[in-house]
T-cell receptor, first 114, second 109 residues
C-alpha cells in the first residue's frame, strides 16, 4: 500500500492556459474523490467516481472543469482557460467503498494561476 | 448537510493532554462522528470515528456525549507533530466529506 499519489505537486500557469492533474489512488480502491482547498478554508468537494462512473459533481465544478477515470484506476482533473480564482490546492482521496470506510488523501497539487 | 461547530484555534503545551471540542446539535441518528486532521502542507488524514460509544485508537480517543450533540477528541499526550488543523465531520459513509474550517491546534514546546 503506497498511499494516494498526486502529480504534479506544484503547478504555476498563466491565466487562460489549460492544466491537468493526475491522481493515483490506493490500488483496489473503487471510490475516488476530488476536493479543492483555498487558504484558511477546509477542503470542498468537487466530484467523485465509483470505478469509472462519475456519480456526483459539485456546483463548484464549472464547465471549465472536467474529470475522468477511464479504467477505474487513476483519475485526471483538467481545468480549461484557467482563472486566478482557480488558484488552490487540489486534493484527491480514495476509499474502498465499503460502508463506513474512511477516505485516504493524497498530498495535493497546488495550483497558482498568474 | 449536518453542521458542526468547532473553536477556530487552541493551544496546548507539549506532552500534556488536549481536548478538542465539537458541537453537532443537529446530528441525525445515522450520522457517524469522524475526525480528520491536516498537517501543514499535507492532505487530511483520518484520526478516529464513532457513533454512540467512546472510542480509542493508537492516535486518539473520542468521547461522545450521551445525547450525541457534542463530542471531544482527546490527544492524550500532545507532541509537536500533533500541530495541525482538526476537522470534526458528520459522515454517513460512502459519500463526500463536508469539511468546516476546523480547529487549528498549536503545540507549545
Amino acid at each position: 500500500d503506497t498511499g494516494v499519489s498526486q502529480n504534479p505537486r506544484h503547478k504555476i500557469t498563466k491565466r487562460g492556459q489549460n492544466v491537468t492533474f493526475r491522481c493515483d489512488p490506493i490500488s483496489e480502491h473503487n471510490r475516488l474523490y476530488w476536493y479543492r482547498q483555498t487558504l484558511g478554508q477546509g477542503p470542498e468537494f468537487l466530484t467523485y467516481f465509483q470505478n469509472e462512473a462519475q456519480l456526483e459533481k459539485s456546483r463548484l465544478l464549472s464547465d471549465r472543469f472536467s474529470a475522468e477515470r477511464p479504467k477505474g484506476s487513476f483519475s485526471t482533473l483538467e481545468i480549461q482557460r484557467t482563472e486566478q480564482g482557480d488558484s488552490a490546492m487540489y486534493l484527491c482521496a480514495s476509499s474502498s467503498g465499503l460502508a463506513w470506510d474512511t477516505q485516504y488523501f493524497g498530498p495535493g497539487t497546488r495550483l497558482t494561476v498568474l | 448537510d449536518a453542521k458542526t461547530t468547532q473553536p477556530n484555534s487552541m493551544e496546548s503545551n507539549e506532552e500534556e493532554p488536549v481536548h478538542l471540542p465539537c458541537n453537532h446539535s443537529t446530528i441525525s441518528g445515522t450520522d457517524y462522528i469522524h475526525w480528520y486532521r491536516q498537517l501543514p502542507s499535507q492532505g487530511p488524514e483520518y484520526v478516529i470515528h464513532g457513533l454512540t460509544s467512546n472510542v480509542n485508537n493508537r492516535m486518539a480517543s473520542l468521547a461522545i456525549a450521551e445525547d450525541r450533540k457534542s463530542s471531544t477528541l482527546i490527544l492524550h499526550r500532545a507532541t509537536l507533530r500533533d500541530a495541525a488543523v482538526y476537522y470534526c465531520i458528520l459522515y454517513f459513509g460512502n459519500e463526500k466529506l463536508t469539511f468546516g474550517t476546523g480547529t487549528r491546534l498549536t503545540i507549545i514546546p
